[in-house]
């Protein structure tokens, strides 16, 4: 029997956050490359005969080459087991990113060498701040023109508020890049450029002050890099495994994931420096992995990942104890022990039955409608763990199905899709009782309109409404009713108010002094 701490240890479960097109799926491919769980990386946008990234599952995320759903990657990778989350970049789905953040331990923040930091970035990494997650910083796309690593540096730190430490230095960029220099080896590693999917780049390594550097990489080159590198060693702090698991500082790489130099650089620094899997915070204090008791957290429900089965899937994060198949757990929200019999483990659309799983491992349920984000498993004590919070929806449009036949297909698809979080369903309190889609981003719009059809054979009659915020109500009573212009219940049985502005929001709470409105469901106990 494997020992737990020995099986924590060795456990590093990280999730990579960036800004679209900064080249998140394409690291990621990267990185299951040199972990050998793939043979080959894909390509992101899938070319007729190609292979599409295998962290991409979805139909619509393979057309429009962007990760719309979050996955769950599992290697090996020189005695580390590595969970890896790959989250949506695309902004409207920033609900699903936070979730999977809940998830992990660490961050690896991606920006483009050329744009720096992006406003999906500047949200992403506050989600990880809150968290209280250590973040490396990976500066891709340095084969193409970038910015100068100083001023890249000085935007992170004023823009983020966090001290960043670099960890390699770039020598050029674009069509003048020739490699990166390692400030902790003090090494050289020179850029060839080789085919997309080489395994490895061809390195070379050498000190900076070595004559034939200066002749591999050009006097011009070589002039700056000793200059770089003598700012850097007398303004740049060092780096201070504490002060980065303490989110002080977050030290800087740089890559170019596309032609594969760079990432072994980052994998092999990033799992000797990344923390452990950490405690599961509750209400009255914390559990600690080691704990001699099975617990997990779902914190993903998704449908229809295998077209041959049509079922429902919860992510599970194991946070303490070992899980074995067949065991039993107590579902703390039900009150009843559930058998888990079916445990699974994914990479991208195919699944592997297994046996067991450790403290950071991520696992995949069948989902027979028992599971919601957020829910505990566990086989030892009662406890309890804040909720999961929502994001305010912008968007809203009342559906129905275009044909009479397709209402059984329609309602298994809005509970399923509505689940796993696609999209936020609303239930108008008077009149018409066809559901209200609500939405942080129009994607989100469109791929519930396009998963319904191609996984549930339903063509959608969708009418937008004007509504553009909405607002939970607590301590509701007739009076408040009457004063609000469009109430309607989540899928909680929660009040909800609808507004098209701000104005109308001011207004409202002007005519009722006591309405206590949110931009997110408060705790359960506390509406009305």
């Not at 809150?130 to 023109?145: H, L």
């Not at 009150?335 to 445990?343: D, F, I, K």
């Not at 609303?426 to 129009?442: D, K, N, Q, S």
Request: net charge negative.
């Amino acid at each position: 029997m494997p020992d737990l701490d020995q099986e924590i240890r060795r456990r590093r479960t990280f999730a990579i956050i960036s800004h679209p097109d900064a080249g998140k799926t394409t690291l990621t491919e990267k990185l299951l490359l040199y972990g050998g769980a793939i043979r080959e990386a894909g390509s992101v946008k899938a070319k007729k005969g190609g292979q599409a990234a295998t962290s991409d599952w979805m139909e619509l995320e393979k057309k429009r080459g962007i990760s719309i759903t979050s996955s769950a990657l599992q290697f090996e990778y020189e005695g580390h087991c590595v969970n890896l989350l790959d989250t949506p970049g695309h902004q409207d789905f920033s609900e699903d990113t936070y979730r999977t953040l809940v998830a992990a331990d660490a961050a690896l923040m991606l920006i483009d060498g050329a744009k720096g930091v992006e406003p999906q970035t500047i949200k992403l990494f506050k989600v990880c701040r809150d968290r209280g997650i250590p973040i490396v910083t990976v500066v891709n796309k340095m084969d193409r023109p970038a910015r100068p690593p100083l001023d890249l540096m000085d935007e992170v730190e004023k823009t983020l508020g966090i001290t960043v430490v670099p960890a390699t230095w770039p020598i050029g960029s674009g069509d003048d890049f020739k490699g990166v220099y390692s400030l902790r080896d003090r090494r050289i590693f020179l850029f060839e450029r080789t085919a997309h999917n080489a395994t490895k780049a061809a390195v070379q390594t050498t000190g900076p002050d070595d004559p034939q550097l200066a002749e591999a990489i050009g006097a011009r080159l070589h002039g700056q890099l000793l200059e770089d590198l003598q700012m850097v060693e007398e303004c740049v702090q060092p780096f201070e495994l504490q002060a980065f698991l303490d989110q002080q500082i977050s030290p800087m790489f740089f890559c170019s994931a596309l032609v594969n130099f760079g990432v072994e650089n980052i994998l092999q620094r990033f799992l000797e420096i990344a923390p452990t899997p950490g405690p599961l915070p509750t209400i009255d204090s914390e559990i600690a992995p080691n704990a001699p008791f099975f617990s997990g957290f779902v914190y993903k429900v998704a449908a229809n990942m295998d077209k041959m089965h049509r079922d429902r899937i919860a992510f599970l994060r194991v946070t303490s104890g070992h899980f074995e198949r067949g065991m039993s757990a107590k579902h703390l929200r039900l009150g009843r022990e559930v058998r888990l019999s079916h445990p699974h483990r994914f990479f991208g659309q195919e699944r592997v039955s297994i046996e067991d799983a450790w403290p950071g491992d991520v696992i995949g349920l069948i989902n027979p409608g028992m599971f919601r984000v957020g829910d505990v498993l566990s086989a030892g004590p009662t406890f309890e763990v804040r909720n999961f919070p929502r994001f305010a929806p912008e968007i809203f449009a009342q559906v129905a199905p275009r044909e009479p036949s397709m209402s059984k297909g329609f309602g298994k698809g809005l509970a399923q899709l509505g689940e796993e979080g696609v999209v936020q369903v609303f239930w108008p309190r008077v009149g018409a009782r066809e559901p209200i889609l609500g939405a942080v981003g129009e994607l989100q719009l469109q791929v519930f309109e396009a998963r319904l059809e191609s996984e549930y054979g339903v063509d959608l009659r969708l009418d937008r409404k004007p509504w553009t915020r909405a607002r939970w109500v607590q301590n509701v009573t007739p009076e408040v009713l009457e004063i609000l212009p469009m109430v309607v219940r989540d899928e909680s049985d929660r009040y909800v108010a609808l507004f098209n502005s701000e104005f109308e929001i001011d207004y409202a709470k002007s005519r009722y002094k006591g309405l206590e409105l949110y931009d997110h469901p408060p705790a359960e106990e506390d509406l009305g």
